[in-house]
C-alpha cells in the first residue's frame, strides 16, 4: 500500500472524531455531562455507541488473524464477545441503573455500605482500564507501521491526542456521540473491502483453500478443551464486568431504556462479527502467505492489497486502515472516560461545584492515558485478543462475582466482597503477568493452559471466598446478636434494583387526602353487572 491513500484514510477518521467531539464539546458543561452524559441517551444512540467502544482492536483486527491461525476453535472469541451481553441483558442491565450509580466504584460503596469497597473497586477498573488500553494503542503503532511504511510511535501518538483531545474536551456525552459514529465507520469499513474481495474469489473460479488439513475442525484435545470453557467464562462474565460497558449502561434514562440497549447491542454486534471469519477464510484462498508468523493481525489491513494489487486493492486497504483507526480510537476513548471518572471521582476527589469536577476529570484524562501510552511507546509487542482476552479474565474475577452477588444476594457482606475480589483479581492479574512476561512458554502444558486461560479457577476462587465469607459472617452474627457490625447497612436497599419500573409516560395518582371531620366515611361504588366492560 502506497502512503498516500493510508495517510488519507487515517486522516479523514481521525478529522471526523474531532469535528464529531467538537460538536459534542459545545453541549458539555455539567459534572453529569462529562460522567454519565445527564443520563438522556436513548437506546438506539447508546447500542452504536457501546458497539463503537466495545469492537476493538482485537475484533477487528485479532479474531481474523486468531481465525486464519487457529482455525475453527478461534471462533469462541467472537461468541463468546457477543453472548456475553445476553448475561447483562438477564442479570445486571436495569438493575444497575436503577442503583442510580455514576462508576461502578460507587455501586460497590453503595451496596455494601464500604468506602474500602469503593477503593478496591476503583484501583481493579484502573488495572482492568490500562490492560485494556494497551494493545489498542499497540496495535495503532503496528497497523500504521504496516499500512504505511512510517514509524510505529506515530500510529500511537495519534490515537493518543486525538482521545485525550475528545474525552478531555467533552467527557462522556462527547464520548457518546463519537463512538455512535464510529461504529458504523467500523462495519462499513470491514464489510465493504470483504464483499469485494469476495466477488473477485468467485470470479477467479473459487480457487480452493490452502489451510491445513483440520483447520476447520474444533480441536478435541482435553488441554484445548479446556482453554475453549475457560475462555468461555471468561468473556461470558467479564462482558459484565468490563469498566467502560457498564458505565454507558449509567447514562440510558432508566432500567428499560438499560434492557432496551443491551438487546439493540446484541443484533449490533452479531452484524459485526460475521465478517471477521470471512477474512480469514478468503486469506487462506487468496493470500496464504498471511499465515505465517507476526502478519495475521494485520490480516483485515493487508489482504485487499495483496489480493487486488493496484489502485483498488490500495484503496480498499486504506478502508481498512481507517475502520482499525476508528477501532482504536473509539475503544481507547470509552476506556479513558470510564478510568478518568475514577481517578477524578473515586480516587483523587475534592471539593467544589461542576467546575472543578469537570476540571479534575480533565486532569485525569492525563493520568488514565500515561501508562498504557507509555508502554506502547516502548515498542512492548502484546498479543491483541490474547491480552484483552486476560483484561476479560480479570474483570470475571473480580467485578462479575461483585455485580451479580450484590444484585441477586442480600446476604453479600463487605469484608468477603474485598477479600473475594482481591483473590480473584490477584490470582488473574499473576496469571496475565506470567502470560505477558513469556514464562507460561517453559511451563508443562497444563499449568500453561491454566496460566493463559485462568477464570475456569479464578472466577470460583473469587465466588466461594465471598459466600463463604458472608455465610460465616451471618452465623457469627447470630451467635452474639448484640455484637456490633463490622461493616456498615448498604445504602441502597437492594430490594430497589430489582422493583419494576413504571411504564413510560405514567403519572402516579394523586395523593388520598383525609376527610374533613364530621363527613360521611364514603361508601363503595359497585359495578353493575350489566355494565360495558
Request: hydrophobic share 55%.
Amino acid at each position: 500500500m502506497t502512503h498516500a491513500p493510508a495517510i488519507t484514510a487515517v486522516a479523514v477518521v481521525v478529522l471526523v472524531t474531532v469535528l464529531v467531539a467538537a460538536y459534542g464539546t459545545r453541549v458539555s458543561r455539567t459534572t453529569g455531562d462529562f460522567y454519565v452524559a445527564s443520563r438522556a441517551v436513548r437506546p438506539w444512540w447508546n447500542a452504536s455507541a457501546i458497539g463503537g467502544e466495545y469492537l476493538s482492536a482485537a475484533s477487528f483486527l485479532g479474531v481474523a488473524g486468531l481465525v486464519l491461525v487457529e482455525g475453527a476453535d478461534a471462533l469462541w472469541f467472537p461468541i463468546g464477545y457477543t453472548v456475553g451481553y445476553l448475561l447483562l441483558l438477564a442479570f445486571v442491565a436495569a438493575p444497575l441503573r436503577r442503583s442510580g450509580a455514576y462508576t461502578l466504584p460507587d455501586f460497590a460503596e453503595l451496596r455494601l455500605g464500604s468506602s474500602r469497597a469503593r477503593t478496591a473497586s476503583a484501583l481493579v477498573v484502573v488495572l482492568v482500564g490500562w490492560l485494556y488500553l494497551l494493545p489498542q494503542f499497540t496495535a495503532a503503532g503496528l497497523v500504521w507501521a504496516s499500512a504505511t511504511g512510517l514509524p510505529r510511535w506515530i500510529g500511537t501518538v495519534v490515537v493518543a491526542v486525538v482521545v485525550a483531545g475528545a474525552v478531555a474536551g467533552g467527557g462522556m456525552r462527547s464520548i457518546t456521540i463519537v463512538q455512535a459514529v464510529q461504529y458504523w465507520l467500523k462495519l462499513t469499513a470491514i464489510a465493504v473491502p470483504a464483499c469485494v474481495l469476495l466477488a473477485l474469489w468467485g470470479l477467479q473460479g473459487a480457487p480452493p483453500s490452502q489451510a491445513p488439513p483440520g483447520w476447520a475442525v474444533p480441536s478435541s484435545d482435553p488441554g484445548d478443551l479446556y482453554a475453549t470453557y475457560s475462555l468461555l467464562l471468561a468473556l461470558l462474565l467479564g462482558t459484565m464486568g468490563l469498566p467502560h460497558v457498564l458505565t454507558r449502561f449509567y447514562t440510558n434514562p432508566d432500567g428499560t431504556d438499560a434492557r432496551r440497549t443491551t438487546r439493540t447491542v446484541i443484533g449490533l454486534l452479531g452484524l459485526f462479527y460475521v465478517w471477521p471469519p470471512v477474512y480469514a477464510v478468503l486469506a487462506w484462498r487468496l493470500a496464504p502467505e498471511l499465515a505465517e508468523p507476526g502478519r495475521a493481525d494485520t490480516l483485515v489491513v493487508d489482504l485487499p492489497g495483496l489480493a487486488l494489487p493496484g489502485t483498488l486493492g490500495t484503496v480498499l486497504g486504506a478502508v481498512a486502515l481507517g475502520g482499525a483507526f476508528a477501532a482504536f480510537l473509539s475503544t481507547a476513548s470509552g476506556l479513558t472516560v470510564a478510568v478518568s471518572g475514577v481517578l477524578a471521582r473515586d480516587l483523587v476527589p475534592g471539593a467544589g461545584g461542576d467546575a472543578r469536577a469537570v476540571s479534575r476529570f480533565r486532569l485525569a484524562t492525563l493520568g488514565a492515558l500515561v501508562v498504557p501510552v507509555g508502554v506502547a511507546l516502548l515498542g512492548v509487542d502484546v498479543p491483541l485478543a490474547a491480552t484483552v482476552g486476560l483484561a476479560f479474565a480479570l474483570a470475571a474475577s473480580t467485578f462479575a462475582p461483585l455485580l451479580l452477588l450484590g444484585i441477586w444476594w442480600d446476604g453479600l457482606r463487605a469484608g468477603p466482597a474485598l477479600l473475594g475480589m482481591a483473590v480473584g483479581g490477584c490470582a488473574a492479574a499473576a496469571a496475565a503477568v506470567l502470560t505477558l512476561t513469556g514464562v507460561t512458554a517453559r511451563a508443562a502444558p497444563p499449568l500453561a493452559a491454566a496460566l493463559e486461560q485462568p477464570a475456569a479457577w479464578t472466577v470460583p476462587l473469587a465466588v466461594a471466598v465471598m459466600v463463604a465469607g458472608s455465610l460465616l459472617g451471618e452465623a457469627r452474627a447470630a451467635r452474639a446478636p448484640g455484637a456490633p457490625r463490622r461493616s456498615a447497612p448498604p445504602r441502597v436497599d437492594p430490594g430497589l434494583l430489582h422493583r419494576p419500573e413504571p411504564p413510560s409516560g405514567y403519572v402516579p395518582p394523586a395523593p388520598a387526602t383525609a376527610p374533613p371531620p364530621g363527613a360521611p366515611a364514603p361508601t363503595a361504588r359497585r359495578r353493575s353487572p350489566t355494565a360495558r366492560r
